[in-house]
């Protein structure tokens, strides 16, 4: 991966969203979120023993590659990667455009290095995802994930269809058309372990809208790598990739505004675009979830639903915000239209989440294979 550009992070314009909370509707909000969640807890029953990860020395021989397609790690320590101990080109707490190559198309990402980075240790990594039309620069200025105790590397889409020149990921009905971008993550991943030190356990996915979607695809083709995600004002249309099979049970936070009129928290049937708390309830099944949604008031304008006793641990989390807008939580900067609560962060809720999670050694190992 090449350095093109020192890119320092844009000003926030000092924008917020205009929408406003209307205070006499929210116990109606917070009843209606209650019994639209409250049917979704996936089967019940009893929870599902989390079964303990193959030890490395159980790695058969002929194991070549991961079920995502990616080498594997035998005969090398499978917690730290092969950029551990290598300059990482950059200063810690410093974002720079990169380039790399994937699928025969030049990609670029804005990568941040923590404060503190070192390269003797291995390092989390958050993977981000931007909106259609936006980039990984804009979504670094409102999104406040360069605190963060980890590397983040903000991905850049490819130019889709439609309404001008706008980038845009794979999965949306306007997203370029033979673009492979899950090869793009795979592809980013690699040269991340190569040129880094990271901890190939903790790899997270984050994004807003349309680049939140992607993160959905990612939970379900790449759970070998993606350790969780956490998609903020997701646009669900899954076009191209219709069916779910993760080969491991995967965390998932979703934030969403409940007055989001770009994407409705309702859903769109016109536009392929399912309900929120259908697509919630989905993966609280799909996980096998046996206790919830407990559904909490965090906030005046925020609350949460969990889903517990899921297997191997894998917890489903919804963050409601109420009469919120299509913004991210918290944002530092102009992040979408309507209301922007700032009760929360999204950026430290998350990481809450997603801070300790582990994949299985077994998917870094080949073992899985």
Known sequence: MS??????????????????????RRAALLTALALAVSGLAGPAGATTAAAAPAPAASVPADAAVSPSGHPDRAGRNPLRSAGCGTD???????SVLRTLTSDGRERTVQL?????????????????????????AGTEAFSGLDALPAIVAYGNGVVGTGDG????????????????????????????ERDLCVDPRRVYA????????????????????????????????????PD??????????????????????????????????DWVG??????????????????????????????????????????????WPGEDSYSGGGYATHSIEAHEVLWEFLGDERLPVRFLTGAAS
């Not at 080109?89 to 410093?94: A, Y």
């Not at 404060?115 to 936006?134: E, K, T």
């Open 88 to 94: 990482p080109g950059q200063e810690p707490g410093s």
């Open 206 to 241: 984050t994004g807003k809208s349309n680049g939140a979607g992607f993160t959905g695809i990612l939970a379900c083709e790449l759970s070998d790598r993606i350790a969780a995600i956490a998609p903020v004002a997701a646009a669900f249309y899954g076009t191209g990739h």
């Open 3 to 24: 350095t093109t550009t020192a890119s320092p992070r844009p000003a926030p314009d000092g924008r917020r969203g205009q929408g406003r909370r209307r205070p006499g």
């Open 244 to 277: 779910c099979d993760p080969v491991r049970p995967v965390p998932v936070i979703d934030f969403h505004g409940t007055d989001d009129v770009t994407i409705p928290y309702a859903g769109d049937p016109d536009r392929g675009l399912p309900a929120i708390p």
């Open 282 to 327: 989905g993966w609280a099944g799909r996980n096998g979830c046996a206790t919830g949604p407990d559904v909490e008031q965090t906030a005046f304008d925020v609350t949460t639903s969990r889903w517990t006793d899921c297997d191997r641990g894998a917890e489903v989390t919804h963050v409601a915000v109420l009469g919120g807008g299509h913004t």
């Open 112 to 136: 941040h290095l923590p404060d503190g980075y070192r390269s003797d240790r291995a390092w989390p990594v958050v993977l981000v995802f931007h909106g259609r039309g936006n980039t990984g």
């Open 165 to 192: 020149d706008r980038q845009a990921w794979e999965g949306a009905p306007y997203s370029a058309p033979g673009v492979d971008d899950i090869a793009y993550t795979n592809d980013l991943l690699d040269t991340l």
